[in-house]
């Protein structure tokens, strides 16, 4: 069975404690062989070694049971715009889809579980919810976890923890995160300035597709730098009690825009929607901005005929690759520009019947 670029993820169900401004959460944990070099200093047999060990263990009774049956996808046999597709749908990491042949992917069904075999490290474990439902994530982890602990021999030291290949990786190995959509701090010109202060408490904030990236559509990353120092229920008790903060103040932001500028924001949400189900051409960066305030309307209930789902749906299926896919062939800026216009109307239209 092939994979299934359509499969709606489960992240994008978009339902879930604080969902109006919480998209998603994820708990990453970082992972090495004992006795085999890092990616990075590794060769093509030890590659091959870490992709076999971990194919066998996905296959392991106890791991079925307790996650769920588990697929590996070789990326040597995934096409570029496959790998790209998981990228953009926050499967997968840009480095991952860029690795060639030395890398895989794991993936449960419902794509909630996410498995890179030979990125930076040999293993990085992924699980991604819908909402502030970083807890929830970080229990599943920890079964995903234990499971392949138990059949795979971790490099671990007694002093330092996971042993990874980058050396703020190393103790807990573990990296949570938290999407929010939040325009209306960005609107009243208040998200410079709350967003800075994260970096005071040691988290970093990032843009739709992590590091390096642009928060595009008002939509941003938080999440913890260092794993070391402290335990992983004390990190994610702090990033979820900071999300759940900044969700206040967003909030608070929109009870203000609402207060200060109810006309134009209403008319913002109107022109927005009225521009996402009718128009011919739309390149990628105005139809994320169009998204947010859409999203920002339905969350307002100036919109109340939408739902979060869709709104998550097309955050993915308008990017390239899976255009490209899903047209059944390469094109040209332009002529994405079109197909993506084509995509949102009828994905819009198809929700209002």
């Not at 200093?41 to 307790?66: F, G």
């Amino acid at each position: 069975m092939g994979l299934n670029v359509k499969q709606v993820s489960k992240w994008m169900e978009g339902s879930g404690p604080q969902a109006d401004i919480v998209i998603s959460s994820r708990i990453r944990l970082a992972r090495n062989l004992k006795g085999i070099p890092f990616p990075n200093r590794m060769n093509e047999a030890e590659a091959k070694t870490v992709v076999h060990q971990v194919a066998a263990t996905i296959q392991a009774a106890p791991l079925i049971q307790a996650v769920g049956q588990l697929k590996l996808y070789p990326l040597g046999e995934l096409s570029p715009l496959e790998r790209q597709i998981l990228v953009e749908k926050h499967l997968i990491s840009p480095d991952l889809a860029g690795a060639g042949e030395a890398g895989a992917v794991v993936l449960r069904e419902d794509e909630a579980v996410s498995i890179m075999v030979n990125e930076e490290d040999h293993i990085r474990l992924q699980c991604l919810l819908p909402a502030l439902m970083l807890h929830e994530a970080w229990r599943l982890a920890n079964v995903v976890d234990d499971a392949l602990e138990n059949e795979i021999d971790y490099a671990f030291d007694q002093t330092r923890g996971y042993l990874t290949a980058c050396p703020t990786n190393v103790g807990t190995g573990l990296r949570a995160s938290t999407m929010l959509h939040m325009p209306a701090l960005v609107l009243t010109k208040q998200a410079g300035h709350v967003l800075s202060a994260l970096t005071k408490v040691g988290l970093a904030v990032r843009g739709l597709y992590g590091e390096g990236t642009e928060a595009r559509g008002n939509i941003f990353q938080i999440s913890n730098q260092i794993t070391m120092g402290r335990s992983e229920e004390e990190r994610i008790n702090n990033l979820s009690a900071i999300t759940s903060r900044l969700a206040d103040q967003e909030r608070e932001a929109r009870l203000l825009l609402r207060k200060q500028s109810r006309w134009q924001l209403e008319d913002r949400v109107g022109r927005a929607y009225g521009t996402l189900a009718n128009a011919r051409i739309l390149n990628s960066q105005e139809a994320l901005q169009l998204i947010s305030d859409v999203r920002l309307g339905v969350d307002m209930k100036i919109l109340p005929d939408l739902d979060q789902r869709l709104l998550n749906k097309l955050m993915v299926f308008i990017q390239p690759a899976f255009l490209q896919y899903t047209a059944g062939k390469e094109m040209s800026p332009f002529e994405r520009d079109v197909h993506r216009a084509a995509v949102v109307r009828e994905l819009i239209a198809g929700h209002a019947k």
